[in-house]
């Protein structure tokens, strides 16, 4: 007598496929629209938060700029922040920000609105200084005097003083 064995080999995960069916989450209309709004904002947050890459291999992500953003250009471009003294804007195609001094920035004045701006990206010190941060301060200032030069950040290693 001659008979033919059929193995099948699954990879479905039989002890929580049990577990799913035995003992199912049962929502009401609004919990379901609540936990479905819930995953959208997640994904949203994920979709806005800007994630640079870093020569090892591993990521940066920083928060969420929309909140802080005042404009938005074409090329996705954004002003972040404005006022008399200074202004930051992140350029979208090589993921670089630019922090531009519209007064001569005192160092400690340059340190506050360093750490000021690393706290709104939720960022440690030495992720900071892994960006793409240039610092210049506007011809208008001391009649360009300091103009055109990228002065960088402050205490990170690549940072140059502002020397009056």
Do not use: W
Not at 38 to 46: I, N, P
Not at 115 to 135: A, V
Not at 137 to 149: E, L, N, P, R, T
């Amino acid at each position: 007598m001659s008979g033919i064995i059929y193995f099948f080999v699954s990879t479905i995960d039989i002890p929580n496929m049990i577990s799913e069916f035995s003992s199912p989450e049962i929502l009401s209309k609004e919990e379901r629209k609540e936990k479905e709004l819930l995953l959208q904002k997640q994904k949203k947050k994920e979709e806005e938060s800007l994630i640079f890459h870093r020569g090892n291999g591993s990521n940066l992500t920083t928060n969420d700029l929309t909140p802080y953003t005042i404009r938005e250009n074409l090329q996705k471009d954004q002003l972040l922040i404005q006022n008399e003294q200074y202004l930051i804007q992140y350029t979208h195609h090589d993921k670089s920000f630019l922090i531009s001094f519209l007064v001569f920035p005192t160092p400690s004045f340059r340190k506050e609105i360093e750490k000021e701006f690393m706290k709104m990206l939720n960022l440690t010190q030495e992720e900071f200084c892994q960006l793409s941060i240039m610092e210049y301060i506007s011809k208008d200032v001391y009649d360009g005097k300091y103009a055109g030069q990228n002065y960088g950040v402050s205490f990170c290693s690549h940072g140059k003083d502002i020397l009056q």
